[in-house]
């Protein structure tokens, strides 16, 4: 029994001898197998950073290559500035040496004939003691005697080469100085050379989408109507894809109706309501308008420290035209013109650039105010505060004051050569907006009428009565009354339509 359980432990503890043997063995291999493992995966870190590395470097060239392409595009780019400027300066001083040259030319005249003078006045005295000599001796006159004789014959043999030379210096200076005088306009027109852009009576409003022709429309054509209306303009609607065009002689009336317009459009709600809210909110954004203009007119024409209340009114300008010539356009070109005329000439440039700039600013409310634009725009700057300098130097250019100052020339000079410019004005389009105006004077002087539309270039004006205070039988003759008075005090092409509206708008609300 006991040899049993001796076996029995020898057996077990060979077995367990050979399960740790065994135990071992695996765990020997299990950790070869992940020692190559992480060998593998090592190297497969190694070559994937390689590769990185790689394309690091590759995309690194191709950003340096960029760089230095950009860099060198810049360097080009900069080397034809800096070769422009320098043709400039090559251009600016070969003027000067020209001038120069011009003036050392008239400095050496004027010495030449200062050189004649004082020749002739030693000829003069020799002759004197001459004479005097000669009567002394044979007439044996005194010396007071003597010398009024010698005075006297001096004064006629000198008097008519003196007079002689006297003119032709004159004629000379006048030469020199109205050659000069050309040159420096044609210096200055030559820097001003800038294309005219007249105005123009439409504008073409674009969008996107075929329902929007219709809701501009509107049921029975209420919106198009109340549109036309409120803003006094034409709505031209044609088979041209997604456009609409603004027809109006008043830049005023384009310009709200083009803003009010394109709102309603983006807003996509139009109804009538809506249309006279978004037109009244426009007419009252229009003075924020004219003074935003006013401001950038003086800032390109170089003249500061004005008040903000003439700036307003200067930027009314920018919806004011004459002979077809937008006159804040007008006046910005003539300050630039005095400026560069008086910089020229050593004058003050800023004197001559601002009575340039605000030399019709009476224009701007010479439909209400009664006189001149001169007049008007004296008042404007002296209720102001502008420099007795600056009025002194817009108030002659059409010649209602005398030229107190050489500013106010310059600025005359400025105005002429900014209307007369080919191209600058059309006197034709004056004679047309004067037209338009006078057609809508003859409507609007009846009472009861609350506004009237001028329309189709003319042919078509819209009356608007009061409805309250005028019946229907009143407005056909309204219509007819203002009609014969066309075809008496007018002059005009074919036919003219008159169209008398009596509207009435109930409006309630519901709270």
């Known amino acids: 029994m006991s ?20 135990g071992w063995f695996l765990r ?10 992480a060998e593998l995966e090592i190297k497969e870190m190694v070559l994937e950073a ?22 060198k595009s810049e360097l080009r780019d900069d080397e034809d500035r800096l070769q422009k400027t320098e043709d400039r300066l090559i251009k600016k001083e070969e003027l000067l040496d020209t001038r120069q040259v011009a003036l050392d030319h008239e400095e050496e005249v004027l010495k030449q004939e200062r050189m004649k003078n004082i020749v002739l006045q030693k000829k003069l005295m020799d002759l004197n003691t001459q004479r005097k000599e000669a009567l002394q001796n044979i007439t044996k006159l005194t010396d007071e005697q003597a010398r ?60 996107n989408g075929n329902d929007v022709k219709g809701k501009i429309i509107g049921k029975d054509g209420r919106n198009i109507k109340t549109f036309e209306k409120e803003t006094g303009v034409e709505l031209v609607i044609d088979e041209s894809p997604d456009t609409i065009v603004i027809s109006s002689f008043d830049p005023i009336r384009r310009h709200i109706a083009k803003v009010a317009l394109e709102r309603l459009i983006e807003d996509g709600r139009i109804q009538p309501a809506k249309i006279e809210r978004e037109i009244e909110k426009v007419r009252k954004e229009i003075n924020g308008i004219m003074k935003e203009k006013g401001e950038e007119a003086a800032l390109e024409a170089k003249v500061y420290n004005l008040d903000p209340r003439i700036l307003l009114v200067l930027g009314r300008l920018y919806f004011r035209s004459s002979y077809g010539q937008n006159v804040l356009q ?49 008042r404007i700057l002296q209720k102001f505060g502008a420099s007795e300098d600056v009025i002194k130097a817009m108030q002659s250019h059409h010649d209602e004051y005398p030229y107190e100052t050489i500013e106010s020339i310059i600025v005359q000079v400025g105005d002429s050569i900014s209307g007369s410019r080919p191209g600058a004005r059309k006197d034709s389009v004056e004679h047309y907006l004067k037209r338009l105006e006078e057609l809508e004077a003859v409507a609007t002087s009846h009472p009861n009428v609350e506004k009237a539309y001028a329309l189709q270039a003319g042919r078509e004006i819209r009356v608007f009565v009061q409805p309250d205070m005028t019946s229907d039988i009143e407005a056909r003759t309204l219509a007819r009354t203002i009609a014969k008075e066309i075809e008496e005090e007018l002059q005009y092409p074919g036919e003219i339509k008159v169209t008398v509206i009596r509207e009435n708008k109930i409006t309630e609300y519901a709270r």
Do not use: W
Request: aromatic share 4%; glycine share 8%.
């Open 3 to 22: 040899s049993i359980l001796i076996f029995i432990l020898l057996v077990a503890i060979a077995a367990g001898t050979t399960g740790i043997v065994l």
């Open 28 to 37: 020997f291999v299990t950790a070869l197998g992940r020692k190559g493992s």
């Open 50 to 71: 390689r590769e990185q590395s790689e394309a690091i470097l590759r995309e690194a060239e191709k950003e340096a290559r960029r760089v230095i392409q950009g860099t």
């Open 148 to 207: 009024e004789q010698l005075l006297s014959l001096i004064e006629e043999e000198a008097e008519e080469e003196l007079l002689i030379r006297s003119r032709k210096l004159e004629q000379v200076a006048k030469d020199k100085i109205e050659g000069r005088a050309k040159r420096i306009l044609a210096t200055t027109i030559q820097r001003m050379a800038n294309p005219v852009q007249n105005d123009i009576f439409s504008y073409t409003i674009h969008f």
């Open 330 to 378: 007008h006046s910005i070109e003539v300050a630039l013109l005095c400026g560069m005329i008086a910089e020229e000439l050593g004058v003050d440039a800023q004197v001559a650039r601002a009575g340039g700039l605000l030399h019709d600013i009476g224009k701007a409310v010479d439909h209400e105010v009664s006189g001149t634009h001169v007049e008007i725009g004296r």
